[in-house]
């Protein structure tokens, strides 16, 4: 079973409203991964937690915040987004943590609409 | 700076024949090559991948080539099949500051015609 659940699976916000992402794996896997997707280019790395710890930020304005509560739940907090934030938002874990290259299972994202 | 490039946005094939996707990529530092499969607005599916140390590795209808010296790589599909119509992404793997970091090439959309 390599399977990663995202909810919701659309969302449409307000630049001023605060929304999160929610991303949950059962898979025993120890990195976890938020990405973004705009129509027609590839996904693009936005955060690595491995074993619960924020490792690789890459450069990601403040307003998306994520958290890690557990091994098993990544969440990314939403606010004061920007129509361009508008993409598939994609949650990824693999099997491993630190010090180790591993294959990444996607979930399906979320569509995110800002008006 | 595309550090992973893949070089034909598409490519039609015959059903039945070979399908071959070629990646590119720059950084010395990737050790861990993937190659995802992707339709609209649904996440990436793991295909197949490939450590640095092989050159070749296969899984029945797909088979991965790496080319280090040239950093280069291949899929190829054979048979190809109508299902195998969709976006194939090459990802590759660099471990940065102990986590794993993939970056994705532009993606080529593959069509399977009966």
Known sequence: DT????????????????KSLKCEQHMGHRAMYWYKQ??????????????EKLSINESVPSRFSPECPNSSLLNLHLHALQPEDSALYLCASSLRGRFSTDTQYFGPGTRLTVL | DQQVKQNSPSLSVQEGRISILNCDYTNSMFDYF???????????????????IKDKNEDGRFTVFL????KH???????SQPGDSAVYFCAASALIQGAQKLVFGQGTRLTINP
Not at chain 1, 3 to 18: A, C, S
Not at chain 2, 73 to 79: A, D, E, K, R, T
């Open chain 1, 3 to 18: 399977e990663v659940t995202q909810t919701p699976k659309h969302l449409v916000m307000g630049m001023t409203n605060k």
């Open chain 1, 38 to 51: 705009k129509a027609k280019k590839p996904p693009e790395l936005m955060f690595v937690y491995s074993y």
């Open chain 2, 34 to 52: 993937l190659w995802y499969k992707k339709y609209p607005a649904e996440g990436p599916t793991f295909l197949i991948s490939i450590s640095s």
């Open chain 2, 67 to 70: 080319n280090k010296s040239a």
């Open chain 2, 73 to 79: 790589l291949s899929l190829h599909i054979v048979p």
